[in-house]
């Protein structure tokens, strides 16, 4: 086994078969677009990034011919514009960030430069920024105001078309640039677009890097860091300036940003997050920041722990979660802390994960303010109750080191990204959401019923070109997914009946019966649907509704169990976005 999968040699090592039909990637962090169904794009380690389906309407599963690559290197970052996915923006090792449009097959450089074909400083080097010859263009403009969420003209700075791709910047595109700037970009460097406006790009060096025109031209911040010159730092006791073995490796620069994150309710609310264990935050876009990683308690002084993950509240501006990552210390417990006072102050709430594994991401749910996701070193984790309690959400995930969470913003999917398993995704946590104190009390609950969509037939999908040897993903159930929650084992039958709007009956369902939550689907025929031609792909194929789907529109979804009857509505929705794919 290696970091490219699992080879197999039945003769002694003379030869070998590598074992492509599991799902071996390290995959470093996700993002998804806004397509029917959408498309996931990942960064992967030794392997660049790639964008595929979450799912297809074509028969049997998830292709590896179903992905594209976009983007070489080392995959870290992606992300998608909201408006448009076609426009897709990745990043590789030492800030090289690119910026694609796949509907013209082009892409080029973005990442930011103070000209003379420099990014970085010297490879020894570390803090402060070494002194080099003046940048070529323009000359510095004005910065936009802090919290501008659209796009002024650009000024007049050269920036390449598919120049300056990789660790060698092209030209000068950082417009208060002055004349010796060069920059340090971690090796998993971050980057977002803005949630108020996706042409708004921030992106950690040393500096924050910001752009109001994806890319082109960005805005420096001051250096956000410690500075701290990493030739000054010790190696398993041996100083960094005598030898060591590897020395540096990996590691293109240090004192670098590592996390980002921009509040969604309230413009100009930033955060950073660095190596050397700074933790910076502005509350006027970008122009003016605080250093608040002093305020975290329980670290040791003077650490140099990395802030692996920041997450900016979907609710309060004021609140935000925060991930630290000491293992490069020795320190290998989990901390996860939240301020409700921009940074003012923090409480720590790792409370009972277990006592070693660190936590690479925290999240807070989009709909639950109360509902928080951890990747740690040995899977997710959930809270119920902000922090004060977790617990293992596994849900036939690998037991495996996590190092991204997203939750779809629309189709509430919750997308892991793991270090050696590749990308799983939980269909539709409505139920995780909806799962309050109230609920959990409750004898029985029937959740929100996601929208369902009638999917074609895609002709143009077809398993049998691969051969035997084939990776196949799953596909996510297709219907209706029902789900409800049962204090105890049921005693008696749980009855799931789907009528019209007029009440007439269509389709029943036995339904399970364990404690917690319970879910069915419901393939969206009515009882009497024809038999399908070929098996495995009922309810589904061309024209409105399909074979033997109900037409599009509203059904009542009836869950009876103990002598109690509760009621839900269903959307079911034509497919019309077969041209997405």
Known sequence: GNDGGLNISWDQGRSWDFVNTMATALAYVVSAD????????????????????SAVRGRGGIMNSDWFGIGGGDGFHTAVDPSDYNIVYTESQDGATNRY????????????????????PPREGGGGEPQAAARGGAAPAAAPSATQTTAPVAPPVQVGGAGGFGRGAGPPNVVNATPGDQYRFNWNTPFMLSPHNPSIVWLGGNRLFKSYNRGDTWVASDDLTKKVDRNTVALMGVPGNETQLSKNDGVVSYSTIVSLSESPVMPGVVWAGTDDGNLQVSRDGGVTFTEVGRNLPGLPANHQYWISRIDASHVDPAVAYVAV?????DDLKPYVFVTRDFGGTFEAIASDLPPYGNVQVVREDPKNRDLLYAGTEFGVFVSLDCGKHWQRFMNNLPTVRTDDILVHPRDNDLIVATHGRSVWIADDITPLQQLSPAVRDAEVTLFDIRPAIAWLNDQQHNQAVGGQKVFVGENAPRG?????????????????????????????????????????????TPATAPAQPGGGFAGFGAGRGGFGVVEPGTYLVTLEVGGKKLTKPVQVLQDRWLGER
Do not use: C, E, F
């Open 101 to 120: 449009d796949l509907r013209l097959g082009r892409g080029q450089s973005v990442r930011p430069s103070a000209g003379r074909g420099r990014g970085g």
């Open 480 to 524: 209706a997914a029902i789900s409800y929650y049962l204090k105890a084992p049921a005693g008696g039958d749980v009855k799931i009946s789907i009528a019209d709007i007029t009440g007439r009956v269509l389709r029943t369902i036995d339904g399970t019966k364990t404690a917690g939550i319970n879910r069915v689907v419901w393939n969206l």
């Open 325 to 329: 990552d000491g293992h490069r210390s």
């Open 34 to 53: 806004m397509r029917r169904p959408y498309y996931v794009y990942v960064g992967l380690q030794d392997n660049g990034s790639w964008g595929g389906p």
